[in-house]
C-alpha cells in the first residue's frame, strides 16, 4: 500500500535529489491526507481500491492539463503535467489492453449470457480493476449487438 510508504519514498526521493518526484509524491501524500480527514474517510483505514481510485482521479487530472495546455500553445507547462503524470502512473497497475478487456467481457457473457450490461461492465471491472470505464462499456455494447 503507498500511503504506508510514503513518506520512506520522499526520504528517499530527498536524498536522491529527485526533486520532480519529491513534489509528485508530496502531492500524493496530500490527496491521502485530504481523504482520510474527509467525512468520507474519517476513522477508516485506506484500502488499496481507494488509493487507486486518488491516484486514477491525479491521472486523469493531468491528462486534462496536458491537453489545455496544448491547446493554449504552452508545451513547457505540458511537459512538466506529463513528467508528473509518468510518477503518478508508475505506482498504478497496469491498464489492461482492449484485446484483454474483449476476452474478458466474452468469458463473462458466456459464463452469464442473461446478464445485462451493467452486470457484466461490474463483473469484468472486479476481474480488471484498471479497465477505463468508456473503453469497457463500448466493448461490451458491441458484444452485446
Same mark, same amino acid.
Given at each position: 500500500?503507498i500511503?504506508a510508504? +510514503?513518506?520512506?519514498?520522499i526520504?528517499?526521493?530527498?536524498k536522491?535529489?529527485?526533486n520532480?518526484k519529491?513534489?509528485?509524491l508530496?502531492?500524493i501524500?496530500t490527496?491521502?491526507?485530504?481523504?482520510?480527514?474527509?467525512k468520507e474517510?474519517?476513522g477508516?483505514?485506506?484500502?488499496?481500491?481507494?488509493e487507486?481510485?486518488i /491516484?486514477k482521479k491525479?491521472v486523469?487530472?493531468?491528462?486534462?492539463? +496536458?491537453?489545455?495546455y496544448?491547446k493554449?500553445?504552452?508545451?513547457?507547462?505540458?511537459?512538466?503535467?506529463?513528467?508528473?503524470l509518468?510518477i503518478?502512473?508508475?505506482? /498504478?497497475?497496469?491498464?489492461?489492453?482492449?484485446?484483454?478487456?474483449?476476452?474478458?467481457?466474452?468469458?463473462?457473457i458466456?459464463?452469464?449470457?442473461?446478464?445485462?450490461?451493467?452486470?457484466i461492465?461490474?463483473e469484468v471491472?472486479a476481474?480488471?480493476p484498471m479497465?477505463?470505464?468508456k473503453?469497457?462499456?463500448? +466493448?461490451?455494447?458491441?458484444?452485446?449487438?
Open positions: 500500500m500511503h510508504q +510514503i513518506d520512506e519514498l526520504r528517499n526521493a530527498m536522491a535529489h529527485e520532480d519529491r513534489d509528485v508530496r502531492l501524500k490527496e491521502f491526507l485530504k481523504y482520510n480527514t474527509s474517510g474519517a477508516k483505514e485506506m484500502d488499496e481500491e481507494k487507486f481510485a /491516484l491525479m486523469a487530472q493531468r491528462q486534462d492539463a +496536458i491537453a489545455q496544448n493554449a500553445n504552452r508545451p513547457e507547462l505540458a511537459e512538466k503535467e506529463r513528467k508528473e509518468d503518478i502512473s508508475g505506482f /498504478l497497475p497496469a491498464v489492461p489492453t482492449e484485446e484483454e478487456l474483449t476476452a474478458c467481457a466474452k468469458s463473462v458466456e459464463a452469464r449470457p442473461e446478464a445485462n450490461m451493467g452486470i461492465i461490474k471491472k476481474q480488471l479497465a477505463d470505464g473503453t469497457l462499456a463500448g +466493448i461490451v455494447r458491441g458484444l452485446l449487438n
